[in-house]
């Protein structure tokens, strides 16, 4: 029996890769996540099989967790619409965190401490160090994956927002000690492994870690969420590994490790695509959504206004168009319409492309899920270090709801809170057209001076009817 749950493990762990493969591209991406969901399930058999004979299964107990796990899970991965997928993401990936943190105090409850084994047995250092580690850093992926939730459900008022962003601003300063505080309790837990500590050791563990995770994600915002996100989901599969090191389990460790060491990989090249470190975007945060400056109006001078007949004939007679996506397209839901307008663009014969910046939207590969979902084709989607040099000698750009990652601030301004993150240069095009709701600022509370730009017009409006008219327009031209 040993053979054959090793045998569906090598299986299962084969399908993971090769699931995660698929997800390079938009193309293969759902038989990606098919392939990953079928090696799941056999790792889950797999896992089942092992227990069985090893141990008295509460077979009613696990269907319970089974349905009621599919019965909450399904119906929000099948309806949440595409704006709300970062909400999901860091949901589903809190989630995992806050499972792993239970598991490893349901590992301390039985043991009573990790004092209480059999007789000939004393407690293992993977089981004792497995399951701290995968306390904290469970705890920690759980309360912060929750803050990230909630803000970008905009589910906090937004005076409760500012209050909470302030005080946890004035805590941050203490988030190492109290982090070292868990880790000091974790520590007096292990070293009285085989005797037994208080139940409440582990409580406080779990709470210093989930006041790290509260304080530390609080303040940030604008375009240090998406790194956030990954930072966090790095973490889930990291505790994950460590719960299935305590557990014994196969499974765990190796998935834990895939996703922790993807999510790790992705939080660096998204780091370094803004050019900031990572501790400098954990603790040296911007914006905040609740928190962020006010707009200052009147000092870059007067934006001016265009129509929706006037950009059409901007571009009509364009020889290349840019198509700058940011959340304000996903929260309109208008990437069809863009690709509907795209299309009669290229019937005229101009070239159109898609400039992604690394962190525009809400998590990772926002903008080129959305933009796939509509069926763009994946070599027009262009990264923000692919497409910079076409800017020059492009006609028109076309900005839908893109504000903090086009903001020329981050290029020309030291004194700018965003100063140094690589933008998308596109202030460098012959003409600029922003597609936006009003002249308010973007996620991190910042003014963007491309908006009064000589070459730059703003179409104010809804973007999906916005990008509507200016097709309807280009079909009488």
Known sequence: MTYLVNTLYIVAFGLFILGLSGLTGPKTAVRGNLIAAAG??????????????????????????????????????KKTKMTAMPQLVALFNGVGG???????????????????????QSPTVALVIGSL????????????????????QESIPKNLEKRLVKAARIFQ???????????????????????????????????????????????????????????????TGLSAAAAGLA???????????????????????????????????????????????????????????????DAAIQMAYANQVIVVPGYGLAVAQAQHAVKDMASILESKGVEVKYAIHPVAGRMPGHMNVLLAEADVEYDAMKEMDDVNGEFGRTDVTLVIGANDVTNPAARNDPSSPIHGMPILNVDQSRSVIVLKRSMSSGYAGIENPLFFLGHTSMLFGDAKKSVNAVTEELKAL
């Open 40 to 77: 799941m399930t056999l790792a889950v058999v797999a896992t089942l099989i092992k227990v069985r004979d090893t141990a008295p299964v509460n077979w009613i107990l696990i269907a319970a967790g089974l349905i009621i796990g599919v019965a909450l899970g399904m119906p929000p991965a």
């Open 98 to 120: 806050g499972t792993v943190a239970l598991i490893a105090w349901a590992e301390f409850i039985e043991t009573d401490g990790f004092g209480h084994f059999a007789p000939d």
């Open 133 to 152: 580690f995968a306390a904290i850093i469970g705890s920690v992926s759980f309360w912060g994956s929750l803050v990230a939730f909630l803000k970008l």
């Open 173 to 235: 300063a203490s988030n190492a000690v109290l982090l070292l505080a868990a880790v000091a309790m974790a520590v007096y837990i292990g070293v009285h492994a085989g005797t037994g500590s208080p139940g409440w050791t582990i409580v406080v563990v779990l709470v210093l870690a989930g006041i790290v995770g509260l304080f530390v994600v609080f303040p940030i915002g604008g375009a240090d969420m998406p790194v956030v996100i990954s930072l966090l989901n790095a973490m």
């Open 247 to 309: 557990l014994n389990n196969t499974a765990m460790i190796v998935a834990g490790m895939i996703v922790g060491a993807s999510g790790s990989i992705l939080t660096n090249l998204m780091a370094v695509a803004m050019n900031r470190s990572i501790p400098a975007i954990v603790f040296g945060s911007f914006g905040g959504g609740g928190d962020t400056a006010a707009a200052v109006a009147g000092d870059q001078g007067t934006a001016k206004s265009t129509s929706a007949a």
